[in-house]
């Protein structure tokens, strides 16, 4: 039997890029995506797309609300998207949702004790990120830490390991991974405030860095 993973997915083009590198090395994927309140459900329909073109065995979706406590730009429709900053990544910017991660990774790990998983996958970038504080390597390290103790791992003799793969990549590096393992990038959303319509602003930090990207590649971005 294969071995299980649980993967983080967002429907953004980081958490495909992870879940292409737990199906090329063999693991059974099981996707878990979350509905937290965000200003767009687009990234919920992306998720829905990418596990299915990538054949994970399951796609959970978790729902939950942060807008009851949450400042951020992502889950507060009174505080604007701002533009690109001259420097990304120089300040944490109005689009971080406190302890997000934090959050998401704690479901993680109890998907993953009750189906038996011992890895989980996370697309976190510490390189060409928005200075996001819970994208640090260092909270990674903790956090196997703190699911290690806090689960049965610390009575039965195994572990959780937490794996971000592309933690140090630069984005660049990250479509080039995808593409080496068939992601469809077509089928990912990066931007915070899409139209209606799901189309990219091109303004936001998320939509420059992958621009940024793709046209240092010199290769077309399919979503625009």
Not at 25 to 50: M, N, P, S, V
Not at 62 to 81: E, M
Request: proline residues 5%.
């Amino acid at each position: 039997m294969r071995k299980k993973a649980v993967i983080l997915l967002s429907g953004g083009l980081d958490s495909a890029t992870c879940l292409g590198i737990a199906a090329n090395e063999g693991y059974e994927l099981h996707a878990l995506t979350f509905d937290y309140g965000q200003r767009h459900k687009i990234e919920l329909e992306c998720a829905r797309r990418i596990a299915h073109s990538m054949k994970a065995e399951k796609l959970y979706e978790i729902k939950f609300d942060l807008r009851q406590w949450s400042g951020s730009a992502l889950t507060n429709h009174d505080v604007p998207v701002p533009p690109a900053p001259e420097k990304i990544g120089e300040n944490v910017p109005a689009t971080y949702v406190p302890a997000r991660n934090l959050i998401f990774l704690s479901f993680a790990a109890s998907l993953a004790e009750s189906i038996g998983a011992r890895d989980i996958f996370i697309g976190v970038n510490s390189w060409d990120y928005s200075g996001y504080p819970d994208c640090r390597s260092e909270f990674i390290k903790s956090f196997a830490q703190t699911a290690n103790l806090g689960t049965c791992a610390a009575d039965e003799d195994w572990k959780f390991i937490i794996h971000a793969p592309l933690q140090h990549l630069k984005k660049t590096e990250i479509i080039r991974k995808g593409l080496s393992l068939g992601v469809d990038y077509a089928l990912t959303h990066s931007c915070y405030d899409p139209s209606a319509e799901g189309r990219p602003c091109g303004k936001c930090e998320s939509c420059v860095l992958r621009a940024e990207a793709f046209a240092e590649l010199g290769l077309h971005d399919p979503v625009r």
